[in-house]
């Protein structure tokens, strides 16, 4: 009887604790919402903002298209003397 008493007791216990947890956010804001505060929409390169996003992305994309040319160009030759030997 007294083990009963006392799991109802944490039981109550861990509701009154866990409760105001749930009760504090709103779970549908906070789970549904598209959260992307990386991606600009296309309205959004019209300022200096999306100006700066446009540059860095073109950068990046020059950069990485011509790393992906080295690297392939040094495993081809790597390729070719490995054969060759």
Do not use: H
Not at 9 to 26: I, K, Q, R, S
Not at 45 to 52: D, Y
Not at 59 to 73: C, E, G, Y
């Amino acid at each position: 009887m007294m083990n009963m008493k006392r799991t109802a007791l944490w039981t109550a216990t861990a509701v009154a604790v866990v409760m105001p947890l749930f009760a504090a956010c709103d779970a549908k804001k906070e789970l549904l919402e598209p959260q992307q505060p990386g991606v600009i929409s296309p309205g959004d390169i019209q300022n200096a903002t999306g100006a700066e996003a446009l540059y860095v992305g073109a950068l990046s994309f020059l950069l990485r298209s011509a790393m992906s040319r080295i690297v392939s160009k040094i495993f081809i030759v790597a390729a070719r003397d490995f054969s060759a030997s």
